[in-house]
């Protein structure tokens, strides 16, 4: 799930107590407090494209809990990814969450129950 050399995103556990679907992308990101400017036109654009070919996954406002008992507010994309197997589409639930490291390092996903 989380590659073992990547000691900052194995420091994260998923909290869905936190999530709005009302706010735009823009918004998120400014909720979060985190991302900076110069890396939001970024992931507006990446989020865009992203719901272009999933638009089952809308952008959220996700928390999740580090290791040490704080938490982080990020943007999350949640939402149910189809995927088609033998003339069956199957939706796969699951929520990647864009940390603070980003683009430095890869979002955290996650298959939901």
């Not at 992308?25 to 036109?41: F, N, Q, S, W």
């Not at 189809?82 to 890869?106: D, G, V």
Request: aromatic share 8%; net charge neutral.
């Amino acid at each position: 799930m989380v590659p073992k050399s990547c000691s900052r995103c194995a420091r994260y556990t998923p909290d869905f107590a936190m999530q709005s679907h009302s706010l735009t992308v823009v918004d998120i990101i400014r909720r979060c407090g985190i991302y900076p400017a110069h890396i939001e036109p970024r992931l507006v654009s990446e989020i865009h494209d992203v719901l272009n070919e999933v638009p089952s996954i809308p952008p959220t406002l996700g928390s999740l809990r580090r290791t040490d008992g704080s938490s982080a507010n990020l943007l999350c994309l949640q939402g149910f990814l189809p995927i088609q197997y033998r003339n069956s589409t199957y939706n796969i639930p699951l929520a990647i969450y864009i940390t603070e490291w980003y683009p430095n390092h890869a979002p955290v996903v996650l298959v939901t129950p």
